[in-house]
């Protein structure tokens, strides 16, 4: 007898992410497919299915792709793209969609981010419950039923017009000649990057040297894990840039999505410095377009306090929001946004359907970099005034009992405000300060983030609170 498998067990708030062949299989996916055509009502509509480079994602897009057409879907099939290439197809075709990957997790798992058309992020209060209970149902039944007229699959290369859109949006032309170390973790930048900075998709060539590291598409990983926000995944990047003596390094992610940034001296920029740099770049153009009127601009409660300085400074509204991509987007369309930044390296912008690009926000980055007479470091250094402790992950069994000692240990000393876990804020003779707590959703972590105008400040403020936390 087969076991059905409990879908919320692996569904999460923004996604699906599961261990390939117990709790993602061709039958939950197939599941999964109808559910989000139903869920969504596309019987006699399109939706467009992207997939990543993992071994188990062209299966898993065709299963899904199945159970839609099942219910009445037309499926345009995109194979494969990185995630922000999925956006884009839905944005430009404006039809929902389905992105197969794991981002940056190992290869023994997979998943799945969906969107509505228009790139319009779903999360688990405004879709992804639905589709996970409606798929539930067809699994627990044995079988999908199939409508009278079932849809059609077709197949779908965005990638060049992609690229074009990218290029249309950020104009890289006339920059200076940079020399790039770009490292794709055998992830999809191994696609893009060659399409958006090269000429793989017939575009004019850039004044740019790319130096490609790993960017044969394997799903194993054979080089390192995906995931540049580990510090030991940019070992390679870092140590590259310098052999090669080059003007700056980009890193990606599995799925391409997130951006990350090394400088000549082969030290990473921070996501904050690169969301104060795209910030000020978006604001700038905008109102050279004619833009009248309020202005803003997102950035989750983490970012350095650089990033709401220099929005405010360009004569913007910062809009400080709660950590996540799925709020971020939601947050973008209620208030307009012209651009969200993360400093999970996530880059959201409104000429992109509010979606994150990681590769648009590289883009920016070298375009600013490109005017700049001087080195990136340099460059960095203005956008990088405050010393942060970056995010610090501390196992604490009593969530409740480390918020007691900390709210008693800084009592009359700050402000705090509750709008993602605990902010707290206050001043010292010679620097302001500040530090969240914030407890995973999905672990027993209490994550902290700490930022000060002085480097003393900010390592006597985050072991004061670490001893706190782990008491």
């Known amino acids: 007898m087969t076991t059905v498998p409990d879908l919320a067990s692996f569904i999460k ?7 390939v062949g117990t709790q993602l299989t ?63 197809a839905s944005g430009h075709l404006n039809v929902p969609a389905a992105m197969f990957t794991a981002s940056h997790n190992p290869a023994t798992y997979n998943g799945i981010k969906f969107c509505r058309a228009g790139a319009q992020g779903i999360s688990l209060d405004t879709g992804l419950g639905g589709i996970r209970d409606r798929a539930q149902a067809y699994l627990d039944a044995g079988s999908i039923e199939a409508v009278d ?49 090269g000429t793989a998709a017939g575009l004019p060539a850039l004044p740019l040297e790319i130096i490609p590291l790993y960017f044969e ?6 080089n390192h894990e995906a995931n540049p926000l580990e510090p030991a995944n940019l070992v390679d990047l870092q140590a590259a840039v310098v052999e090669h003596g080059a003007d700056l390094g980009l890193a990606f992610d599995g799925d391409a999505d997130r951006c990350f940034v090394i400088d000549e001296l082969g030290q990473p920029v921070t996501p904050s410095a690169v969301a104060a740099i795209v910030a000020l770049r978006e604001i700038t153009r905008v109102r050279a377009q004619g833009e009248t009127g ?20 360009a004569g913007a509204i910062p809009v400080r929001t709660k950590v996540g991509h ?50 990136l470091s340099a460059l960095a250094a203005e956008f990088t005034p405050y010393t942060a402790s970056g995010e610090i992950n501390s196992t604490v069994d009593d969530v409740p009992a480390a918020y007691a000692r900390i709210l008693e240990a800084f009592h009359g000393r700050a402000s705090i405000d509750e709008l993602d876990g605990l902010t707290f804020s206050g001043a010292t003779d010679d620097s302001w300060w500040w530090f969240s707590v914030r407890p ?3 672990e027993p972590l209490l994550r902290l983030n700490a930022e000060a105008e002085t480097s003393s400040t900010m390592a006597a403020l985050r072991d004061e609170v670490l001893a706190l936390i782990r008491a």
């Open 13 to 19: 708030a923004y996604d699906v992410r599961g261990l």
């Open 149 to 197: 007229a079932p849809g059609t699959i077709s197949h779908r290369d965005v990638l060049a017009p992609y690229a074009a859109y990218l290029r249309e949006l950020v104009d890289l032309s006339t920059v200076r000649p940079l020399r790039v170390v770009v490292d794709a973790g055998n992830g999809m930048g191994g696609l893009t990057v060659p399409a958006v900075l």
């Open 217 to 222: 598409l394997d799903g194993t990983f054979p």
């Open 440 to 442: 995973s959703n999905t």
């Open 294 to 313: 309020e202005i803003r601009v997102v950035h989750n409660l983490i970012t350095s306090r650089i990033v709401p300085e220099t929005i405010s400074a």
């Open 326 to 375: 799925s709020l971020i987007k939601d947050v973008m369309h209620e208030t307009g946004a012209i651009f969200g930044g993360e400093h999970s390296a996530h880059y959201y912008f409104r000429d992109f359907w509010g979606a994150d690009n990681g590769m648009l926000a590289a883009m920016h980055l070298i375009a600013q970099f490109g005017e700049y007479d001087g080195p």
């Open 26 to 88: 061709d039958q939950v996916v197939e599941a999964l497919g109808a559910g989000f055509a139903d869920e969504l009502g596309a019987a006699g509509a399109e939706l467009a299915v992207g997939h990543d480079m993992r071994d188990s994602s062209p299966g898993f897009a065709a299963a899904f792709a199945r159970g839609a057409q099942a219910r009445g879907a037309s499926v345009i099939m995109l194979g494969l793209c990185s995630t922000d290439q999925t956006y884009f």
